[in-house]
């Protein structure tokens, strides 16, 4: 029998576990561009929808100045 390698999964985005928890696509875009999102271990907030924020990693939403 053959075995062929499996591919890692790839590690969800910002996006995805932002939306996954329920805010809208564009919201979180906005908010993600606004800075107003922090994940843990990072100590600037993240604006890259696309980054690697890979489960269980928290991320929070920062409080508007």
């Known amino acids: 029998m053959l075995e062929y390698p499996r591919p890692e999964p790839r590690p969800a985005t910002l ?3 932002m939306t996954g928890a329920g805010i809208g696509e564009e ?3 906005a908010v993600i561009a606004a800075g107003g999102v922090r994940v843990a271990g990072q100590e600037d907030a993240v604006t890259d929808p696309d980054a ?3 489960w269980p990693t928290p991320w929070e939403l920062l409080p508007s100045s």
Request: net charge positive; no cysteine.
């Open 15 to 17: 996006l995805e576990r």
């Open 27 to 29: 919201r979180a875009r």
């Open 52 to 54: 690697s924020v890979p």
